[in-house]
């Protein structure tokens, strides 16, 4: 037991040290947000003496981050639900269907994964256009799933595929229809998949800056995330309220983090474990 406690303390120091390197910005951003421009001025490393909720507020209300944060909500939301449904139908074809050419869409799939989005940049922001898609809500819905559906694809493919064949094969003998296999088997089935791709796909879509900029130039449909890059400029002598829409856009992510962790990991390891 005396010999382990070395190994453990190796092993704790550096993880040790990457957790507070992870968790310091979080608090140095919080503490800048809840100071006033004069005390940020004076000393920007001490602690906050009274906490000023005036640069949330006005983060919140004056600059537009409500605004800001809706527009967020809306898309992340509609993209999320038609990457999961288009995702979870395309897996279940690729992991359960035979069908001529299978494996080639498949690989296909898989070479999508690879490419950058600035390769197909300026021939989205065309079709885009082309279409009156630019600076819309569906446009925006409609490019995050074109860019995500690769990953959420692979993702419940390869856990699809873990689930035993005889479960599909018993499910079709007592009469279901190949729509209701996926939808009384697979999906109920695939719910920690579901979710654990469900909140990495919300996770990109919310710190999405590039696609957002592209779609959405308008200042009325900015995404949270391009609203907070805009504060940058707007307010580089108030250092306070930048980090107060700094805050405002991290929290969500933390939140959802911290209740579905767990899930989180459940989901990521559940193919796995399968079968």
Known sequence: MARTRPARWVAAIPMALLALATVYPLVFTTNVALKTRREYVLDRFSPAG????????????????SRYFLNSVV???????????????????????????????????????????????????????????????????????????????????????????????????????????????????????????GVLDALFCWNDVLIALLLMPSAEHRTLMVGVTSLRGQYSDDIPTFAAGV??????????????????ADGVTAGSTKG
Request: with cysteine.
């Open 50 to 65: 009274a906490w000023n909720w005036d640069n949330l507020v006005r983060a919140w209300t004056s600059v537009g981050m």
């Open 75 to 197: 898309v992340v939301t509609c993209s999320v639900a038609l990457l999961l449904v288009v995702g979870s139908m395309a897996a279940f074809a690729l992991a359960r269907l035979r069908f001529r050419g299978s494996s080639a869409l498949f690989l296909g799939v898989l070479a999508a994964l690879f490419v950058p989005f600035q390769v197909i940049m300026v021939p989205l922001a065309r079709i885009m256009a082309g279409a009156g898609l630019t600076d819309t809500y569906p446009g925006l819905v409609l490019a995050y799933t074109a860019q995500f559906l690769p990953f959420t694809i692979f993702l419940l493919t390869s856990y699809y595929s873990t689930v035993p064949a005889d479960v599909v094969d018993a499910a079709r003998i007592d009469g279901n229809s190949v729509y209701g296999v996926y939808w009384r088997i697979m999906l109920p089935i695939g719910a920690p998949a579901l979710l654990s791709v």
């Open 247 to 264: 805050l405002i856009a991290a929290v969500p992510v933390l939140v959802v983090y911290l209740f579905l962790q767990r899930q989180i």
